[in-house]
């Protein structure tokens, strides 16, 4: 970064007398740190103590009485095997579609002129200022008309092609130089040649952001995949789980709170480990996804 | 690299091609690269909209025929308790969120910024960690460890000698707590929101107004805030939308409950589906998108104007 070597007497002493603020803002974002860590780290642990334990010691930790019992339970309970199939079917088929129609419709929109575009790019743009939740119950009938409630179209297809993937790569590739483009096209690229073989590998680092965010969001996703597809043979992992919490909120007859609350940190524990590694193995390009994805908004 | 071998693969069996007419005008291309968001987003997008349009100037119960009603399920919605709590609730609960997030979100970013702070990227990967767990799954911890009886945040208050705290039980905490949820989940990428803000910032500015005796907080309050304005801007728009449209935390946390103290405008938009009453439904999704257009609209005035 910036090279800060022959500084000033003046400065240099400015740096001693902030040493104690130094200490200061360590100690709080430490502290904040932990925090945001802690319950996170707390189901984790929790999730193989036995379940009375969770419930009567939830700030102790007995290392000889560990067990995997709720994760058999949970596993017998409800079915997660088959949530992340869903999920996995989902993920795969939508994050294909995004990440390769969003770049294409936004190389048309950053790199050519032709009548119209404005006009459907300013749909674009309106889409990424409307709540989702309005489109929720046409889309629900739509999806009922077209007999796809409880499908995996009704899961993929709906926000597959992005708005705001769109809008944030339409900014990536309107500044791979036109140069390029028209060397490729003299020496009788096609149009779509172009895309694939120039512009897709050039904004690689931008594809990758794109690709980590893209599958976070779909991994996540909760409000769409619960209205229309909630049968059990349909529920994505996100479905699977929220039916275990209610389980608590909506005080299942007969339910025994230890055993309930057991299962589901052991289905929580199970579905957010998978997305932590793949966060944390591709921390770069997340950041940097997000970094150049919110600072055009 | 990679457009280096590129560019030279297709050199090579480019030369005869180039006389031939390519097999994709170039003036037809575009139409045909955009072709399939503008299938996707007229059949999924356009269509709805239009439809809940129509929708919610009927009564229709999701079968049989819907019947005309005009502006009835809009006068309905305006005279009704729950749709003006729902709005209150969203609103407390955008007071208990938005301005707590710009303040910590700017302080951790600008603390963040500082190139010679020690474990950045490890600051930087735990304030992630609960934006990028699944929502459901963190939810569902936030019940456990607020429960009155049996949670930890209890336990923790326990071992310092005060008593249980109904944190999801009572209506004086419910709210309070499902921000709690909100805040802890999100800030983390507001500040990497606002960190991009700042990095945008040149540090010759900060270089010139130490060496003119600029204190810190001096420095926050005349360069960061103002240089940071568009993304400060940003971020507080972005988060007024995902608080007036909050659903999935108090669906899976409080059900809505205790008496409603957490009902949403999400949540509340949803119980219409859920109740088959598909008419009032579409009103309410109307009234809150030119609720949350009229704040985003707000937001970016109040905070261009000062400028």
Redesign the interface.
Known sequence: MTTRTARPARIRAATTRALPTALGSQAFLLLLALAFLAPVAWALISAFKPATQIISDPLGLDLTALTLDNYRRMFADVPIGQGFLNTAVVLVAKGAITIFFAPLAAYAFAKYRFPGRDLLFGMVLITLMLPTIVLIIPLLLEMKALGWVNTYQALVLPGAVDAFAIFWMRQVIADVPDELLDAARVDGAGEFGIFTRIVLPVIRPALAGLAVLTVMNIYNDFVWPVVVASSERMATLQVVLSTLAQNITGNRIGADYATVTGELLAAASIALVPLLLVFVALQRHFINGILAGSVKG | M??LV??E???G??????VLR???P??V???L??L???A??V???????L??LR?SFTDWR?SGAAQWVGWDNYAYLLGNEMFWGSLGNSAMLWLMIVPVQVV?GLL?AV??NN?K???R??????????F??????????????F?Q????VN??LN?VGLPDVGWLTTSEFAKPTLALLFL?KTT??IV??L???L??ID?SVYEAA??DGAS?SRQLRSITVPLARR?LM?SVV?QT?AV??M??EP?????GGPYNSTTTA?LH??EH?TRGD?GT??AN??L??IV??GL?LVFVRLLRTED
């Not at chain 2, 059949?43 to 909209?49: G, L, W």
């Open positions: 990679s457009v590129a560019a693969r297709s050199r069996h480019g030369a005869g091609r180039s390519p097999w994709l170039r003036k291309a575009p139409y690269f955009v399939p968001f503008v996707m987003f059949a999924f997008s356009v269509y709805p909209m439809f809940t929708l999701g910590v951790v603390l963040l190139a702070l020690r474990m990227s490890f600051y930087r990967i735990a304030f992630l960690v609960p990028v767990t699944p929502l459901v799954a963190v939810a569902q911890i936030w019940v456990v460890v429960d009886n049996y949670g930890a336990g923790l071992l802890w983390g990428f990497i929101i960190l991009s803000g990095q945008s540090a130490s060496i810190r993304t940003f972005l939308l007036f449209q659903f999935a669906f899976v946390v409080t059900d999400g938009l949803y589906i598909l439904g579409a999704s109307f809150l998108v949350v257009m985003s």
